[in-house]
Nanobody, 115 residues
Protein backbone atom coordinates (compact mmCIF):
# COMPACT_ATOMS: atom_id res chain seq x y z
CA UNK A 1 0.00 0.00 0.00
CA UNK A 2 1.28 3.45 -0.91
CA UNK A 3 -0.15 6.64 0.53
CA UNK A 4 0.18 10.13 -0.90
CA UNK A 5 -0.86 12.97 1.38
CA UNK A 6 -1.56 16.47 0.11
CA UNK A 7 -3.50 19.62 0.87
CA UNK A 8 -1.40 21.16 3.59
CA UNK A 9 -0.52 24.82 3.64
CA UNK A 10 -1.05 28.02 5.56
CA UNK A 11 -4.47 29.03 6.82
CA UNK A 12 -5.79 31.66 9.17
CA UNK A 13 -7.46 30.67 12.39
CA UNK A 14 -11.16 30.20 11.80
CA UNK A 15 -10.72 29.30 8.17
CA UNK A 16 -10.78 25.83 6.65
CA UNK A 17 -8.46 23.37 4.99
CA UNK A 18 -8.90 19.89 3.58
CA UNK A 19 -6.17 17.30 3.60
CA UNK A 20 -6.22 14.37 1.21
CA UNK A 21 -4.59 10.96 1.34
CA UNK A 22 -4.69 8.91 -1.85
CA UNK A 23 -4.08 5.19 -1.52
CA UNK A 24 -2.77 2.78 -4.12
CA UNK A 25 -1.70 -0.84 -4.14
CA UNK A 26 -3.53 -3.49 -2.14
CA UNK A 27 -6.23 -1.11 -1.02
CA UNK A 28 -8.92 -3.77 -0.74
CA UNK A 29 -7.27 -5.04 2.43
CA UNK A 30 -7.32 -1.65 4.19
CA UNK A 31 -9.51 -1.86 7.29
CA UNK A 32 -8.27 1.00 9.49
CA UNK A 33 -7.64 4.59 8.40
CA UNK A 34 -6.44 7.51 10.40
CA UNK A 35 -4.77 10.89 10.57
CA UNK A 36 -1.95 11.76 12.95
CA UNK A 37 0.00 14.94 13.56
CA UNK A 38 3.29 16.00 15.03
CA UNK A 39 3.94 19.50 16.25
CA UNK A 40 7.49 20.81 16.76
CA UNK A 41 9.00 19.40 19.92
CA UNK A 42 6.04 17.11 20.54
CA UNK A 43 5.30 13.47 19.99
CA UNK A 44 3.15 12.32 17.13
CA UNK A 45 -0.47 12.06 18.18
CA UNK A 46 -3.60 10.48 16.81
CA UNK A 47 -6.10 12.99 15.42
CA UNK A 48 -8.84 10.79 13.99
CA UNK A 49 -9.27 7.11 13.26
CA UNK A 50 -11.93 4.85 11.82
CA UNK A 51 -12.20 1.09 11.63
CA UNK A 52 -14.16 -0.27 8.68
CA UNK A 53 -17.82 -0.46 9.59
CA UNK A 54 -17.26 1.44 12.81
CA UNK A 55 -17.50 4.97 14.07
CA UNK A 56 -14.82 7.58 13.74
CA UNK A 57 -12.99 8.62 16.88
CA UNK A 58 -11.35 12.00 17.33
CA UNK A 59 -8.92 13.44 19.81
CA UNK A 60 -10.85 15.75 22.13
CA UNK A 61 -9.07 18.87 20.91
CA UNK A 62 -10.49 18.56 17.38
CA UNK A 63 -13.97 17.20 18.08
CA UNK A 64 -16.61 19.27 16.35
CA UNK A 65 -14.05 20.95 14.11
CA UNK A 66 -12.34 18.19 12.09
CA UNK A 67 -14.02 15.47 10.06
CA UNK A 68 -12.46 12.32 8.63
CA UNK A 69 -14.14 11.02 5.50
CA UNK A 70 -13.35 8.86 2.52
CA UNK A 71 -14.28 8.51 -1.11
CA UNK A 72 -14.05 4.84 -2.01
CA UNK A 73 -14.40 5.57 -5.72
CA UNK A 74 -11.28 7.73 -5.57
CA UNK A 75 -9.44 5.58 -3.02
CA UNK A 76 -8.91 8.75 -1.04
CA UNK A 77 -9.30 9.69 2.59
CA UNK A 78 -9.81 13.27 3.73
CA UNK A 79 -9.45 15.36 6.84
CA UNK A 80 -11.67 18.42 6.72
CA UNK A 81 -10.30 21.01 9.12
CA UNK A 82 -12.80 23.70 10.04
CA UNK A 83 -12.07 26.54 12.41
CA UNK A 84 -8.45 25.54 12.85
CA UNK A 85 -6.49 27.04 15.71
CA UNK A 86 -2.80 27.96 15.95
CA UNK A 87 -2.31 24.93 18.19
CA UNK A 88 -3.34 22.74 15.26
CA UNK A 89 -0.10 23.69 13.51
CA UNK A 90 1.77 20.46 12.81
CA UNK A 91 2.89 18.02 10.17
CA UNK A 92 -0.08 15.80 9.41
CA UNK A 93 0.29 12.16 8.41
CA UNK A 94 -2.18 9.63 7.12
CA UNK A 95 -1.89 6.03 8.18
CA UNK A 96 -3.75 2.86 7.28
CA UNK A 97 -3.75 -0.76 8.29
CA UNK A 98 -4.00 -3.49 5.69
CA UNK A 99 -4.90 -6.95 6.89
CA UNK A 100 -4.26 -7.75 10.54
CA UNK A 101 -0.98 -6.06 11.22
CA UNK A 102 0.48 -4.19 8.25
CA UNK A 103 0.54 -0.46 8.92
CA UNK A 104 1.54 2.13 6.35
CA UNK A 105 2.34 5.82 6.66
CA UNK A 106 1.94 8.55 4.11
CA UNK A 107 4.50 11.31 3.89
CA UNK A 108 3.68 14.29 6.05
CA UNK A 109 2.02 17.47 4.92
CA UNK A 110 2.64 20.70 6.81
CA UNK A 111 -0.29 22.67 8.19
CA UNK A 112 0.39 26.12 9.61
CA UNK A 113 -2.41 28.05 11.29
CA UNK A 114 -1.87 31.74 11.93
CA UNK A 115 -3.79 33.83 14.42
Amino acid sequence: VQLQASGGGSVQAGGSLRLSCAASGSISSINVMGWYRQAPGKERELVAIVISGGTTNYVDSVKGRFTLSRDNAKNTMYLQMNSPKPEDTAVYYCRVRAGNSNWYWGQGTQVTVSS
